[in-house]
Nanobody
Framework: QVQLVESGGGLVQAGGSLRLSCEASGNFNSINAMAWYRQGPGHARDLVAEITSRGHTTYADSVKGRFTISRDGAKNAVYLQMNSLKPEDTAIYYC???????????????????WGRGTQVTVSA
């Protein structure tokens, strides 16, 4: 089993900053990519930012220039630095990882995904 544990959410005023953290633990051989998604009230869960094992990053247009994703391979961790926060950034933020585990049951395939439970980010006007 794999666990992703997020931290760093909270309440902040518009224009402020927060830094989210997520650490992966459990049984896996490697992490291929890690990402942050968010789900606001009445909205679908959308990709915010992703970073691959090679450091290639992707951002949603709405956060480009304000958010920065980074990772620490030694800690199996991913971070999201969020600056210039806006009320529309209010959402539950979920950590996601794409992992490889060569000991998965036959037929399951070695590559699989995992989700954290989410951390609430609230930005007040």
């Amino acid at each position: 089993q794999v666990q992703l544990v997020e931290s760093g959410g909270g309440l902040v005023q518009a224009g402020g900053s927060l830094r989210l953290s997520c650490e992966a633990s459990g049984n896996f051989n490697s992490i291929n990519a890690m990402a942050w998604y968010r789900q606001g009230p009445g909205h679908a869960r959308d990709l915010v930012a992703e970073i691959t094992s090679r450091g290639h990053t992707t951002y949603a247009d709405s956060v480009k220039g304000r958010f920065t994703i980074s990772r620490d391979g030694a800690k199996n961790a991913v971070y999201l630095q969020m600056n210039s926060l806006k009320p529309e950034d209010t959402a539950i933020y979920y950590c996601n990882a794409q992992l490889t585990d060569f000991d998965r049951p036959p037929g399951a395939g070695p590559i699989f995904g995992a989700w954290g439970r989410g951390t609430q980010v609230t930005v007040s006007a």
